[in-house]
């Protein structure tokens, strides 16, 4: 799931940055986040099935809340102004918001407790939630022109929806820890900083966000990245 903290106006004819609009964007629109839909769905099937198996696997329960967080909101998220379409941006984008499908939902190695994963899971959840809120519906998957936002979570960090994203996804990693796990994840936090340097180019034209930016030092983590 993308969040942008500003937005460059205009259209770029050569980096692949397009307007959105028109009969052809509308129905890539729609069969996105049909297709967005029925992935979450399955999804959340086969991770329900394992957690009646195990009920005491908190942190299981709390991946379908995330996932329900990151993606299911963005299918009400507003129609952009102007979307990347670069196939770099397409990439880290799918991959770093449908990377859940690709993780291993059966019991692992605990590093950490269950309830200590899950609170960690819980605590970027609500940070989540705190970001979506400041941005209300100027969210989505690909990086697009949604409007300028610098108001409640986005006064700390630059993306700080990134930030929920990380603390969820390491509560649930440490508590299910494994080969494919860590491949996985560490996969999605590549694509996330690959996300996160495309989003900053696409508002980087943009003399409000220059400014934002100059505000707010840091993208993700405070005093670290």
């Known amino acids: 799931m993308g969040e942008l903290a500003g937005a460059a106006p205009g259209v770029d004819g050569g980096d692949g ?3 959105a609009g028109g009969m052809r964007e509308a129905s ?3 069969l996105a986040r049909v297709a967005a839909a029925l992935m979450l769905s399955i ?22 809340v995330s996932a329900f967080v990151t993606l299911g909101l963005s299918l009400f998220a507003r129609v952009p102004i102007k979307r990347d379409w670069t196939a770099f941006a397409f990439i880290c984008s799918v ?10 939902l059966s019991p692992g190695v605990q590093l950490i407790p269950e309830l ?5 899971q819980l605590l970027g959840i609500v ?7 400041s941005l209300r519906r100027s969210f989505g998957i690909l990086p697009a022109n949604r409007g300028v936002v610098s108001r409640g979570a986005y006064r700390f960090v630059r993306h700080p929806m990134y930030l929920g994203y990380f603390l969820a996804d390491i509560g649930f ?16 936090f590549a694509l996330q900083v690959g996300r996160i340097a495309r989003e900053e180019r696409l508002l980087s034209d943009d003399e409000l966000y220059r400014a934002y930016r100059a505000k707010v030092r840091f993208r993700v ?5």
């Open 95 to 104: 991959g770093g918001t449908f990377y859940f499908l690709a993780v291993r």
């Open 173 to 188: 990693l440490l508590a299910n820890f494994g080969i494919q796990n860590v491949i996985v994840y560490g996969c999605q």
């Open 17 to 19: 940055l397009l307007p």
């Open 127 to 133: 940070w989540q939630l705190f970001a979506k809120v």
């Open 28 to 30: 890539i629109e729609i």
């Open 116 to 120: 200590a994963g899950a609170s960690l």
């Open 43 to 64: 999804f959340t099937y086969a991770a329900v099935k394992q957690w009646l198996a195990a009920p005491t696997r908190v942190t299981l329960l709390l991946l379908v």
């Open 221 to 225: 983590i405070p005093g670290v990245f």
